[in-house]
């Protein structure tokens, strides 16, 4: 089942603003990972985390992996229409002794429209 | 250039018939993986290989067969017994760190496969 609650689910925003999306889980996790999808393409990694309390920034792109490893954080400053898309959370879940599984999850997406 | 294939983009087929969607990758990716996604949702692991000759079903694999005969290529056959084919399809590569659970997955550009 479904193991990492993304939100917002969705947003509308003016080009400009800054955006901001989350990701959490009840489990830990030992990468964080997100992801940019256009329509009727296939996902884009943006920016991988893989330390807890890591930050890192891909251009007007910031994420940061939470110091809980339950939790990640995606920022967008300065919104533009090229912005528009579905973003994905994603990570290997980490058992008791830290150590991941083979498989990724995935949240269920925030989608992302911004208005000129 | 490096990156992953998927053929075709589109694919209609009579309900019924079994398909093939191919993938294909030049990375030298240890690990491959089909996903599922459905209007508005995340993707929904069906396959994956971490090994030539070896695959795992995912979460939702009742329906489905795949093959790696190379480590280049994953095919995945729907067949007449998944209920309800109808959706965006995409493959994935990664490098397979082993215990450290997988590195970053790279996706193909997907295949939307409709039943008539």
């Known amino acids: 089942g479904q193991q990492l609650n993304q939100s917002p689910q969705s947003m509308f925003i003016q080009e400009g603003e800054d955006v901001s999306m989350n990701c959490t889980s009840s489990?830990?996790?030992?990468?964080w990972l997100w992801y940019k999808q256009e329509p009727g393409e296939g996902p884009v990694l943006l920016i991988a985390?893989?330390?807890?309390?890591e930050l890192t920034s891909n251009g007007r792109l910031t994420a940061q992996f939470g110091i809980t490893r339950k939790d990640s954080f995606l920022n967008i400053s300065a919104s533009i229409p090229s912005d528009v898309g579905i973003y994905f959370c994603?990570?290997?879940?980490?058992?008791?002794?830290?150590?991941?599984?083979?498989?990724?999850?995935f949240g269920q997406g925030t989608i992302l429209t911004v208005h000129p | 250039d490096g990156g992953i294939t998927q053929s075709p983009k589109y694919l209609f087929r009579k309900e019924g018939q079994n398909v093939t969607l191919s993938c294909e990758q030049n990375?030298?990716?240890?690990?491959m993986y089909w996903y599922r996604q459905d209007p508005g949702q995340g993707l929904r692991l069906i396959y994956y290989?971490?090994?030539?000759?070896?695959?795992q079903k995912g979460d939702i694999a009742e329906g489905y067969s795949v093959s790696r005969e190379k480590k280049e290529s994953f095919p995945l056959t729907v067949t007449s017994a998944q209920k309800n084919p109808t959706a965006f399809y995409l493959c994935?590569?990664?490098?397979?760190?082993?215990?450290?659970?997988?590195?970053?997955?790279?996706f193909g550009p997907g295949t939307r496969l409709t039943v008539l």
């Open positions: 994935a590569s990664s490098i397979d760190r082993g215990s450290k659970g997988p590195d970053t997955q790279y």
């Open positions: 489990s830990i996790f030992n990468t």
């Open positions: 985390l893989y330390k807890a309390g």
């Open positions: 994603a990570g290997p879940l980490a058992n008791a002794g830290g150590t991941s599984y083979g498989k990724l999850t």
């Open positions: 990375l030298n990716h240890d690990a």
């Open positions: 290989s971490q090994i030539v000759n070896d695959f």
